[in-house]
């Protein structure tokens, strides 16, 4: 059973453009929902993370916004670079014992044109 | 500070063998977890070990089995090896309660 939904598979942008990318979960139980960048041959980074006491965090160019009630999250990369060319992730897991153990969307590959 | 070293990088086997891949985490750090990622099913978790105990174990069978020894630096095993174990093996380490923040660059293991 697939427990993080992702969308698009891949996405196209334009240099300076906003890149959208959207996961929806089926847990109600998750309280933690990170995003993951991963370049080619390395593994993943975190990106950004946010918990569902709030609905929208910012770091940078990178936001995540949250709809609790709709149970699904968002990544906006503002002013979108050919550097952010890489594969992301959402993710979610589940209470203070089970930190380690996320649960992976499929993944969205971001290409970034010039 | 040094980032989540795996070793080794690339693996060659045959089917019916089994491997051994290692994880030295971040200095400090007491959680390991493991991820297979495929390009079919994506990551998958595997287990994660806290202070030398396994804290979460995923849906893989008993084949797939790890440790970590008391300098937290983890192993993970797969015995009888398979085709479909061919994968990027990542493991990631973290603080204590907290989620994985780094993930070393995994070992590509191949089945022939």
């Known amino acids: 059973q697939q427990q993080v939904k992702q969308s698009p598979q891949s996405l196209i942008v334009q240099k300076g453009g906003i890149s959208i990318i959207n996961c929806a979960y089926e847990n109600t139980a998750f309280d933690y929902f990170p995003w993951y960048q991963q370049f080619p041959g390395k593994g993943p980074a975190l990106l950004i993370a946010?918990?569902?006491?709030?609905s929208e965090k910012k770091e940078g160019r990178f936001t995540i916004s949250f709809n609790k009630s709709a149970k699904q999250f968002s990544l906006h990369i503002m002013d979108s670079q050919p550097g952010d060319s890489a594969t992301y992730f959402c993710a979610a897991s589940k209470g203070s014992s089970n930190t380690g153990k996320l649960i992976f969307g499929q993944g969205t590959t971001l290409q970034v044109k010039p | 500070k040094a980032g989540v070293t795996q070793t080794p990088r690339y693996l060659i086997k045959t089917r019916g063998q089994q491997v051994t891949l290692s994880c030295s985490p971040i200095?400090?750090?007491?959680?390991v977890s493991w991820y297979q990622q495929t390009p079919g099913q994506g990551l998958q978790f595997l287990f994660e070990y806290f202070s030398e105990t396994q804290r979460n174990k995923g849906n893989f069978p008993g084949r797939f089995s790890g440790r970590q020894f008391s300098n937290s630096r983890s192993e993970m095993n797969v015995s009888t090896l398979e085709l479909g174990d061919s994968a990027l093996y990542l493991c990631?380490?973290?603080?204590?309660?907290?989620?994985?923040?780094?993930f070393g660059d995994g070992t590509r293991l191949s089945i022939l």
């Open positions: 946010i918990r569902p006491d709030v």
């Open positions: 200095s400090g750090h007491r959680s």
């Open positions: 990631a380490s973290s603080n204590t309660g907290a989620p994985p923040q780094h």
